[in-house]
């Protein structure tokens, strides 16, 4: 047998039916429609609200999706990785909820946690995975409820998030196709700048930190928005030099949907113009792990085999870094 790659195969992608606008958010918060779409580009955002529903559940719609789109025999399929930092519970993990209902009885299931680069990231673990020649399909998910985490008292961070989730189905494949590099990096000194306060080991839940609203997403900005632009810029300039990629041989980036400035700062630095590189991020806002796979599942008529893609995301850690894949298959 020769070499081993990690192609993607299929993807797919759910997002909750109920819509909140701007201009409801400006009946919530003091804020604007102009106000959001100047400053991060975001027009609308869907909304998990029905009770007792978490991350697995839109995990699980997207998964249950692809394996129909797919035809993949669920049997067949020996891994499932949920990249989320919203799990539904502390433990057991949002993964084994998600295989549990997905009835699939020959896989093993874990959470990936990486902020907004858990995708990016749990895309380079799969793959590593498969190209072991251990495993031959991996069903990768990321998925996150961030309404979950928000604080919508709270102006500045109440109109980035969304929930939804995007999944895609890796496969082994002797093509030359597939997840061709990688390039990841934790500078741990995000802390001070997003958090969430309380409800870790840290600091756990109490009347004080429930009173106090602590558990929700902390960000500062500002520097946020600096530390995204550089790293996302830098990484995907480096993964593009090395791998002889330039505005010439890429077909699309993909980056992080958290800001229309920093996409727009991240094509710039590459050369690239607007319109190969995906947004989604006006009607679905920052939805973390989930961002880069509904980007792949909305654009994915677009896509033909042997296209050349990076994507790219930065994230609480802070984490970052960027992956080459080149496309498997001609989008339906």
Same mark, same amino acid.
């Given at each position: 047998m020769g070499k081993i790659n990690a192609i993607i195969t299929g993807v797919a992608g759910y997002v909750?039916?109920?819509v909140l606008t701007n201009e409801e958010l400006s009946r919530m918060?003091?804020?604007?429609?102009?106000?959001?779409?100047?400053?991060?580009?975001?027009k609308e955002r869907r909304i998990l609200t029905e009770e007792g529903l978490g991350t697995s559940y839109l995990a699980r719609k997207a998964a249950k999706q692809l394996i129909k789109k797919t035809g993949v025999d669920p049997e067949s399929i020996e891994a499932l990785i949920v990249a989320t930092s919203t799990a539904d519970y502390k433990y057991p993990s949002t993964a084994s909820i998600v295989i549990g209902k997905l009835g699939l009885k020959?896989?093993?299931?874990?959470?990936?946690?990486?902020?907004?680069?858990?995708?990016i990231y749990s895309l380079d673990v799969a793959a590593s995975m498969i190209q072991s020649g251990r495993y031959k399909k991996i069903l990768?998910?990321?998925?996150?409820?961030?309404?979950?985490?928000?604080?919508y008292k709270d102006r500045q961070t109440c109109p980035l998030f969304g929930d939804?989730?995007?999944a895609v189905l890796l496969e082994a494949s002797e093509e030359d196709l597939g997840l061709r590099d990688s390039y990841l990096r934790t500078d741990g000194q995000g802390l001070p700048f997003l958090h969430m306060k309380a409800g870790g080991s840290v600091?756990?839940?109490?009347?004080?930190?429930?009173?106090?609203?602590?558990?929700?997403?902390?960000?500062e900005g500002r520097t946020v928005f600096r530390y995204a632009v550089t790293n996302m810029s830098d990484d995907c300039e480096l993964i593009a030099k090395r791998n002889g990629l330039d505005k010439n041989n890429i077909d699309?980036?993909?980056?992080?949907?958290?800001?229309?400035?920093?996409?727009?700062?991240?094509?710039?630095?590459?050369?690239m113009p607007m319109e190969k590189v995906m947004v989604n991020i006006e009607r679905y806002g920052n939805t973390s792990a989930?961002?880069?796979?509904?980007?792949?599942?909305?654009?994915?008529?677009?896509?033909?085999?042997?296209?050349?893609?990076?994507?790219?995301?930065? /994230? *609480?850690?802070? %984490?970052? /870094? *960027?992956?080459? %894949?080149?496309? *498997?298959?001609?989008?339906?």
């Amino acid at each position: 047998m020769g070499k081993i790659n990690a192609i993607i195969t299929g993807v797919a992608g759910y997002v909750p039916d109920y819509v909140l606008t701007n201009e409801e958010l400006s009946r919530m918060v003091d804020t604007s429609d102009e106000w959001i779409m100047t400053r991060v580009g975001i027009k609308e955002r869907r909304i998990l609200t029905e009770e007792g529903l978490g991350t697995s559940y839109l995990a699980r719609k997207a998964a249950k999706q692809l394996i129909k789109k797919t035809g993949v025999d669920p049997e067949s399929i020996e891994a499932l990785i949920v990249a989320t930092s919203t799990a539904d519970y502390k433990y057991p993990s949002t993964a084994s909820i998600v295989i549990g209902k997905l009835g699939l009885k020959n896989a093993f299931a874990f959470d990936f946690w990486a902020a907004c680069c858990g995708f990016i990231y749990s895309l380079d673990v799969a793959a590593s995975m498969i190209q072991s020649g251990r495993y031959k399909k991996i069903l990768l998910i990321g998925a996150d409820k961030m309404s979950s985490v928000t604080d919508y008292k709270d102006r500045q961070t109440c109109p980035l998030f969304g929930d939804g989730a995007g999944a895609v189905l890796l496969e082994a494949s002797e093509e030359d196709l597939g997840l061709r590099d990688s390039y990841l990096r934790t500078d741990g000194q995000g802390l001070p700048f997003l958090h969430m306060k309380a409800g870790g080991s840290v600091c756990p839940p109490s009347h004080f930190t429930v009173d106090y609203r602590m558990h929700y997403t902390y960000q500062e900005g500002r520097t946020v928005f600096r530390y995204a632009v550089t790293n996302m810029s830098d990484d995907c300039e480096l993964i593009a030099k090395r791998n002889g990629l330039d505005k010439n041989n890429i077909d699309w980036v993909i980056p992080h949907q958290a800001n229309m400035r920093i996409i727009e700062a991240v094509a710039k630095r590459l050369d690239m113009p607007m319109e190969k590189v995906m947004v989604n991020i006006e009607r679905y806002g920052n939805t973390s792990a989930a961002t880069i796979p509904l980007a792949l599942w909305e654009y994915e008529p677009k896509l033909r085999k042997g296209d050349n893609i990076i994507m790219t995301a930065f /994230g *609480a850690g802070f %984490v970052h /870094g *960027a992956n080459y %894949v080149r496309w *498997a298959y001609d989008g339906k």
